[in-house]
Structure formats: C-alpha cells, structure tokens
C-alpha cells in the first residue's frame, strides 16, 4: 500500500508539472483528492488493513496526502505568477504605431462659405453684421421704398409673424432678405458705411431650386462720392477672390425698388471662360451662354437713405445681395439636382466639402 501511495504522489507531481493553465490543475485536484478522488479513496481503504500496520500506514498516507495539496498549492501560485508575468507580453504597447483618430466632423460647406465671404470682405474694410432675423415689416419692406400693399413686396414671399403689430414699425416678419440690415445700418450714423451683412432668409418657397431657410449676403457702402465704378471695383475683386482668377463681372440693367439704377451681377463661367462654347465647339453644359447669374446689386435709392436719415445730396452708395447657397454651388462647379440636400444632413452629401 505505501508503494501504491508513493507511486501516486510521483503521478500527482509529473501531472501539476505539465499544467499550463489554472483549470487543468483544478482538474488534477478533483481527480486525486475530490470525494471520489483516487488518493481519498485509499484512504479510505485505510479501514480495512489489519490493526497492527494500520498507524503506520495511516500516517504515510496522511503525509503523502498532504504533500500532494502542497504539490497542488506551489503549482497554483507557479501558474498565476506566470500569467502575470505573460501579461506584459500580451498587453505589450508599441508606442510607435499610429493611434486610431477619433471620428472628427467639420463645418457645413454653408458655414464654410460664410467664413470665406466674411474674410473677403474683411481684407477691403467690410465689417461683418448681425442684425435680427425676426425684424418689423418697416426695415425688410417699408424703409427699402416698398409701402404697404406694394406689388413689388410679392416677390418676397414673407412669413408673417404671429405677433402683435406696431405703430410704427408695422408687422414682425421673418427676414425674406438681408437687406433690412441696410436702413438699420444707416441709422447707426457712422461714415463710411462698409457693411457685410451675413443672414438667414426666409421664403414660403420648396421645390428642387428653392429652400424656406437660406442665406444671403448684403454689402452696403455708403460715403461721400461713391458711384457705380466702386460698385464693379467691389464686384470684381469679389469675383477674383472667391471663384478665382481670370473671373470677370457684367452689370445687367434690373429693377429694384430700393436701388437706382439696379442691375443684376453676372460672373463670367468659369468652365467655358466666358465664351459660352463647350470644347466641342457645342454650347457650354454649365452656363450655356457664358455668364452666371449671382443677385442683385444697384446704388442705394435717396429713399432708402433718406428712411435711415442719410442726407442724400451729400451722401451716395451701392448695395448688392447675394445667396450664399447659389454662390457657393457656383463655385464648385456643383450641379445638383436638388437644393434641398444641402440641409438634409446626410453625411454622405455634406463629408464631401
Ligand atoms: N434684396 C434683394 C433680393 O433679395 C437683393 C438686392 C440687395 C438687390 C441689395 C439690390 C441691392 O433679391
């Protein structure tokens, strides 16, 4: 019986020797010394040698018994320090390897626009505005010489607001353009007046060319002896700046009520170079005829100056309002077939600018 004990120690020490991981030593410890474990069961034995031998043997058994849970025990703590010491291997970190950046967005190609209009302008003296949004019927219509029920004012399909009406000032409107920045501008009584006024608009207005909210851009400047040649200065440095060089302007004979003469701006097409002929010889697929349409643009009415208490015999001026949107896809070259994806927020259209 003590030779069988030996023998079984020997096979418990060979067996914690070749474990690799905690669980295979959990095994070997149910199989040797669980309840129905191999050495628990010749102990058991025990019970059934003659008395004489029986101290002698118990006591071996007991010893071996105890020697194999240390056995067990010293091959626990060999295979936990091991893993520790596997671990700064596992887990090593090469401080040299490219991190993983984290998902980084940017701004709208409308707020990009808006920050490069702002910085043209800027380098001639233009200072940026903000003037409300949500302004009186006097500034957006009634100031720019559009009296009440004026057919002109249709053009400008206007929300009216759900509010209380004044006295003087008429109705609340969102702001169909910019220009109800011009008389409050002039009201500020500062000379010269060299505005940039930067704004949402709002027209009852939804197809594949239209959007309710968008932008435009309004310069005023107004000082003594201004005419139309600083108009085309402003208008062709502008044109060279944002769409680039080579680009020029034309002033188309228009009507507004608040300027006087008025025009429309067109720039010179940037694909064909103002020739209005495709390299086919064929006409030019994105302007067809040489010139782009950007807005409005004239000098500032005497009404209009006279409503922001301008004295029109010393003092002259132009202004010019533009859509940031329409500007901006102009330069691009974009030909998208519906506007209204620029404020869908699908990040697949926008990650593109
Ligand atoms: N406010 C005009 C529009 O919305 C544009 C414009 C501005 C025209 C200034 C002339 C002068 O169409």
């Known amino acids: 019986m003590l030779d069988q ?9 060979e067996a914690v020797a070749a474990t690799k991981t905690v669980g295979e030593l959990d095994d070997i410890e149910i199989k040797y010394l669980g309840r129905k474990g191999r050495l628990t069961s010749i102990l058991k034995g025990l019970a059934e040698i003659d008395e004489a031998t029986r101290p002698k043997v118990g006591a071996a058994a007991n010893r071996i018994k105890q020697e194999a849970e240390r056995i067990i025990a010293k091959g626990r ?9 596997d671990l700064g291997e596992r887990e090593r970190e090469d401080v040299t390897e490219p991190g993983l950046r984290p998902p980084e967005g940017h701004l709208h190609l409308v707020t990009q626009a808006i920050r490069e209009i702002t910085a043209i302008f800027d380098r001639i003296g233009f200072t940026r505005t903000r003037y409300p949004e949500v302004d009186w019927d006097r500034y957006a219509f009634e100031s720019l010489n559009m009296p009440a029920d004026h057919p002109a004012r249709d ?10 009406t004044s006295k003087t000032n008429g109705r609340m ?7 109800n920045a ?22 009852r207005q939804s197809d594949a060319t239209h959007v309710p909210m968008f932008h435009q851009f309004e310069g005023l400047y107004v000082d003594r002896g201004v005419s139309i040649t600083h108009l085309r200065g402003v208008l062709d440095y502008f044109a060279t700046s944002f769409f680039g060089p080579g680009r020029k302007t034309r002033l188309r004979p228009f009507h507004f009520r608040f300027t006087e003469p008025s025009f429309e701006i067109d720039v010179s097409c940037g694909v064909c170079g103002g020739t209005g002929l495709g390299a086919d010889k064929q006409k030019c697929r994105v302007c067809k005829r040489g010139w782009l349409e950007l807005g409005g643009a004239g000098m500032v009415h005497p009404n209009v100056l006279k409503a922001g208490n301008v004295d029109s015999k010393k003092y002259s001026g132009f202004a010019f309002g533009w859509g940031v949107e329409r500007t901006y896809m102009m330069k691009e070259g974009m030909q998208i077939d519906d506007i209204r994806i620029l404020y869908k927020n699908d990040v697949r259209f926008l990650k593109q600018f």
């Not at 004990?5 to 020490?13: F, G, P, S, T, V």
């Not at 703590?77 to 010491?85: G, I």
């Not at 053009?155 to 209380?164: K, L, N, S, V």
């Not at 501008?185 to 060299?194: A, I, K, T």
């Open 5 to 13: 004990l030996n023998a079984l120690k020997l096979e418990i020490e």
């Open 182 to 203: 011009q008389v409050r501008e002039l009201e500020r009584g500062e000379f010269p007046v060299r505005m940039i006024n930067i704004a949402k608009c709002y027209r």
């Open 155 to 164: 053009e400008w399909e206007t929300f009216f607001m759900d509010a209380p």
């Open 77 to 85: 703590v060999a295979l936990q320090e091991r893993s520790l010491s």
């Open 173 to 179: 409107v969102l702001t169909p353009h910019t220009s």
